[in-house]
């Protein structure tokens, strides 16, 4: 079976049945409200929101929403999630039960931060590196 390919996140949103149209826009939201700067964008066929980079991706299953941060930010947040499914990089929320957004809020937030020093930790390393090199 060839999987659907969107262009917009509205789109992809669209292909469900209402109740999870609603909780798909309310995990939406409240990336965006933790993250207004971030692009919304399809990447690997399903929702995604980038930042220097992706930053999180979302999908609807038959029986949860898959929520894909960072393998560092579910580390980060082991023991708030220990009552959902979870893998390297994925947090499964189960469908009958409502949206954790406080904690989905919180994950965004500390996966930009981690970002943001990753970049400023590379900038850095690449100064040091370059004020080194010898040159003629």
Known sequence: MQR???NTID?????FP????DILQDLRKTIRKAA???EETISYLIPTFRLNGNLVHFA???NHIGFFPTSSAIRA?????SRYELSKGTIRFPLDKPLPLSLVSRIVNNTILHKKSSVIN????????SSKLYSP
Do not use: G, W
């Open 4 to 6: 659907r390919r969107f």
């Open 11 to 15: 789109q992809y949103v669209e292909t």
């Open 18 to 21: 209402k109740n999870i149209r």
């Open 36 to 38: 207004p700067q971030a």
């Open 60 to 62: 609807a299953f038959k």
């Open 77 to 81: 947040f082991r023991k708030d999630l």
């Open 122 to 129: 590379h900038d850095l390393l690449n100064k040091s590196l």
